[in-house]
């Protein structure tokens, strides 16, 4: 029995359903499959989607799903060791699959990449010109819709812990909160504490290292949604 909610691929959502679409970035239409176009300004939202998952404690890729509850993954820790001792099979370059069982899978979650947020931005925001830092007052909560966080009821009867992400000098980190002018409040999410620190980062009373920047200083922006329904029917499946 395959996971009914698995999906991959570019998706646009109106009225609460999502719908399988192409789209080039920059362009104000999206298509659907049939060909028909739709406004983009018109959805209410539009990103492409990859799975990951935990198998035997790293990271895979969850690239396809069978009707018999298989799922092909692939190393998403770039560890070739690793994946060759736990079965994988080298096909490219660096990149080793393996066919598993679902239920063998933890920690799934959808990686949403945001293909209207430079779109969103620029509309909002004038690029700085200076090297001034943004101020640290105002900055949190939503500004016009973004970003989004928390257990979220979304498209098709989804229910998600999410949070929203980008990059920052190349690093990872959760974005708190987005003010008028276009300060960002972020959290680095880089594994090594130092490097935060060595960014302008500061330690707060919280226990996360955050800094406030401009939203022009981050890249990759996306929602990192940890699917709060993969469990319940993985473990309602017959052994």
């Not at 909560?141 to 929203?164: N, W």
């Amino acid at each position: 029995m395959s996971y009914p909610l698995y999906r991959r691929g570019t998706f646009a959502v109106l009225g609460g359903s999502s719908y399988p679409v192409s789209y080039t970035a920059g362009d104000d239409y999206a298509r659907f499959s049939d060909g028909e176009p739709v406004e983009v300004d018109g959805c209410d939202r539009l990103f492409s989607v990859q799975v990951y998952a935990t198998y035997r404690g790293h990271t895979v890729l969850v690239d396809d799903v069978g009707v018999t509850g298989s799922a092909r993954v692939m190393d998403a820790e770039w560890d070739g060791a690793w994946a060759i001792e736990n079965g994988f099979v080298q096909e490219k370059a660096y990149e080793y699959f393996k066919t598993v069982d679902l239920r063998d899978l933890r920690d799934y979650y959808e990686k949403q990449s945001d293909l209207l947020f430079v779109r969103w931005r620029d509309a909002r925001f004038v690029r700085p010109t200076g090297q001034d830092e943004p101020g640290e007052a105002g900055v949190s909560g939503v500004f016009d819709g973004r970003p989004r966080s928390g257990v979220l009821s979304t498209e098709d009867g989804r229910m998600a812990a999410v949070t929203t992400r980008a990059e920052y000098l190349g690093y990872p980190c959760e974005i708190a909160g987005i003010a008028v002018g276009g300060a960002t409040r972020i959290y680095s999410l880089a594994a090594d504490e130092t490097r935060a620190e060595a960014d302008g980062f500061v330690l707060g009373d919280n226990g996360r290292w955050a800094k406030t920047v401009h939203i022009y200083d981050l890249a990759r922006y996306h929602e990192h949604h940890t699917d709060l329904l993969f469990d319940q029917w993985r473990q309602q499946l017959p052994d």
